[in-house]
């Protein structure tokens, strides 16, 4: 057993394993990799604990039911999940199931550290709920209503064009207000956006009423 911390990597894609496995490796990680989910399911039970970097898009069993099927076996090992499709929809999934971030292949090696860094921390630190929950409900109170609307939407798991019918308002409008919601919250990328939004309950799909008047 290695006293680095282990990442295990699961992706059908040959090259993104020995890829990601070179890059943590010589950034001080120890790193199992596994063609399929299938297989990691196979050996979960006997394998060292750590942070798992899972593929979305694989055939038989794709990310989503190997991170369902983790839960159900009461696996607890931290999950940042990797989508090469730009998926919100499905990234949001992973992540009210309990995915730590998503990143989208090919990834940037800066935020794949950052994600895992935090993986870990999951582990280590176990941060109080609560206290999350609060803090998330202070930092939203910054947003406009209308910015709380379009933010309670991508937290849903929905496309700007639906977002856009849903609230009558252009795409373009859509984007303004979703940089917005960016920069107001400090968010270097969605996921960190939307953990926000997912600790303060947010993207539950109960209805947003809407009273800022249409932008």
């Not at 299938?38 to 055939?59: N, S, T, W, Y």
């Not at 910054?142 to 379009?150: D, H, T, Y």
């Not at 207000?177 to 920069?183: D, F, G, L, P, V």
Request: proline share 4%.
């Amino acid at each position: 057993m290695s006293d680095k911390p282990l990442v295990h990597v699961i992706d059908d894609e040959e090259s993104v394993r020995r890829g990601a496995k070179f890059f943590l490796s010589a950034s001080g990680y120890a790193v199992r990799v596994w063609s399929s989910g299938i297989a990691f399911l196979k050996e979960v039970r006997h394998v060292e604990p750590g942070c798992i970097l899972l593929d979305i898009r694989m055939p038989e069993m794709d990310g989503i039911e190997v991170q369902q099927q983790l839960g159900a076996r009461g696996v607890t090992m931290p999950v940042i999940v990797l989508t090469g499709h730009g998926d919100v929809s499905v990234a949001v999934k992973a992540m009210k199931a309990g995915a730590v971030d998503f990143l989208e292949k090919p990834f940037d090696t800066d935020a794949l550290l950052d994600a895992i860094g935090r993986a870990f921390d999951r582990i280590t630190a176990g941060k109080d709920i609560s206290a999350r929950v609060a803090e998330a409900g202070v930092v939203l109170g910054i947003l406009s209503c209308r910015e709380r609307e379009v933010l309670e939407r991508l937290a849903q798991g929905l496309p700007n064009k639906t977002i856009a019918f849903d609230l009558g308002i252009s795409c373009r409008t859509v984007e303004v207000h979703r940089a917005n919601i960016m920069a107001k919250l400090h968010a270097r990328s969605l996921s960190e956006a939307l953990r926000i939004a997912f600790a303060a309950g947010m993207g539950q799909g109960r209805p947003v009423l809407s009273v800022a008047p249409r932008a």
